[in-house]
């Protein structure tokens, strides 16, 4: 067989530098993204006493934030499936999430910071939708799973998980938890005009059968046992996600008897420990199939809560071994939002698809769990939250058993 002419050879060896340009680019934003929506649970140990907040009304304020996440996702996806400006919304949203992020260290009561995350979160909605259907539009089908991993887990898991905890609580000691929201905003204003210079737009694919311009899309989608499923486990996985973000930084703190600096070194070794997870899980499910890995993760994900729960005092040796087993489960999330759905659809409607799961996860699961989650915790203790993780992971498992395999290396077997 002959060598690839040069022409061929450096067309290629561009296209690939430029596949890892657009996945580094899109995990650092959307790493910068999650830091911010994360920065609150991180501070509520400095915010809830100034503030006053129950525990409760720190679940309605995670809530609050998921629901015009949620909206801002499934109007996004569908608009950005209409006009092809997928760059463009991703600037805009880039921009306006970051400047949305300041508003809440200006609050003063309850009332305004929920409505600084409402904001804010209608502002972030739309960028991990658009961010994985530009992946899907760039990389090879025989990586996407690692590719999608890596954007959607890999920057998130650095930035947000892993310095998120350690470099929030440190500016909130040194300057205030006002001023830490404040610094928080700056990063996303670089990486919106990085995107801007970097990032091209792919070409539309056919638009043959465009369900996403007709009132049925959503059903229709639904209807696909596979769509379902993902829609599902996704919304315990925000569920689970959302649930720990909030209650975990308090529980450690009020109950197992934490500092604040010690609290967020073990926060952040969930973040340490999902770096690896990041591209070992969607990787390994690229070879050994979505399902297995999936039902396997969504299984170790028990033991982070369990490993809290079932142990005492302020040693954190234990914490960290949990921490570590459990950040296991964080690899399923690009499976079941972005993955697993992309192989399942036309490409015309993969913006609309990724929509819906993310969407949908993030109003049902990302609203409904920390309310629930945060009621039980001012009636039951701060352990009852941690007792719902057990069960959300639980049933991640359960439903992974019922997907189709969509890997294209183990469906060609």
Same mark, same amino acid.
């Given at each position: 067989r002959c060598a690839p002419s040069g022409t061929d050879a450096t067309s290629m060896s561009e296209?690939?530098?430029?596949?890892?340009?657009?996945?580094?680019?899109?995990?650092?934003?959307?790493?910068?993204?999650f830091f911010d929506r994360n920065a609150f649970s991180f501070l509520t140990p400095f915010i809830q006493p100034e503030l006053g907040l129950s525990n409760?009304?720190?679940?309605?304020?995670?809530?609050?934030?998921?629901?015009t996440w949620a909206l801002a996702g499934l109007g996004v996806g569908r608009l950005s499936d209409y006009l092809g400006r997928r760059k463009l919304i991703l600037v805009v949203a880039t921009l306006v999430f970051s400047l949305a992020s300041a508003l809440s260290g200006l609050a003063g009561s309850f009332l305004t910071l929920l409505g600084a995350r409402l904001l804010m979160g209608m502002a972030e909605g739309g960028i991990m939708p658009i961010s994985q259907t530009l992946i899907v539009a760039e990389v090879d089908p025989g990586r996407r799973g690692l590719a999608q991993g890596i954007t959607q887990n890999f920057g998130a898991n650095i930035i947000a998980n892993f310095l998120g905890p350690i470099v929030i609580v440190a500016m909130a000691a040194a300057w205030g938890w006002r001023n830490a929201f404040y610094v928080a905003a700056l990063p996303g204003l670089v990486m919106g005009a990085l995107i801007a210079w970097l990032v091209r737009d792919p070409p539309m694919p056919a638009r043959a059968a465009t369900a996403a311009e007709r009132g049925g899309a959503?059903?229709?989608?639904?209807?696909?046992?596979t769509i379902l499923l993902c829609v599902l486990i996704s919304i315990l996985l925000v569920a689970y996600l959302v649930v720990f973000a909030a209650f975990m930084p308090l529980y450690l703190v009020q109950v197992r008897g934490l500092d604040k600096q010690a609290m967020s070194y073990v926060l952040s070794s969930f973040g340490l420990f999902s770096i690896a997870v990041a591209i070992l899980v969607p990787g390994a *499910?690229?070879? %050994? =199939?979505r399902k297995p890995v999936a039902v396997i993760a969504g299984l170790l994900g028990i033991?982070?809560?369990?490993? /809290?729960?079932?142990?005492?005092?302020?040693?954190?040796?234990?914490?960290?071994? *949990?921490?570590? %087993? =459990?950040?296991?489960?964080s690899g399923v999330f690009p499976l079941a939002m972005a993955t697993i759905p992309s192989e399942s /659809?036309?490409?015309?409607?993969?913006?609309?698809?990724?929509s819906l799961t993310m969407g949908l996860s993030e109003i049902v699961g990302g609203v409904c769990a920390p309310v629930i989650a945060g009621w039980f915790a001012d009636h039951q203790g701060l352990a009852a939250p941690l007792w719902i993780m057990v069960g959300l992971s639980l049933a991640v498992a359960l439903l992974a058993l019922l997907l189709r395999e969509t890997a294209p290396r183990v469906v060609a077997l």
């Open positions: 296209r690939k530098g430029y596949q890892w340009l657009l996945i580094l680019l899109l995990s650092g934003n959307f790493g910068i993204v409760f009304q720190i679940g309605l304020i995670a809530g609050a934030f998921s629901f959503t059903r229709a989608l639904l209807a696909d046992r *499910s690229d070879f %050994l =199939g033991l982070m809560p369990l490993g /809290v729960l079932l142990t005492q005092g302020t040693s954190t040796a234990p914490l960290y071994l *949990s921490f570590a %087993l =459990g950040s296991i489960l /659809v036309d490409p015309a409607r993969t913006a609309t698809t990724l």
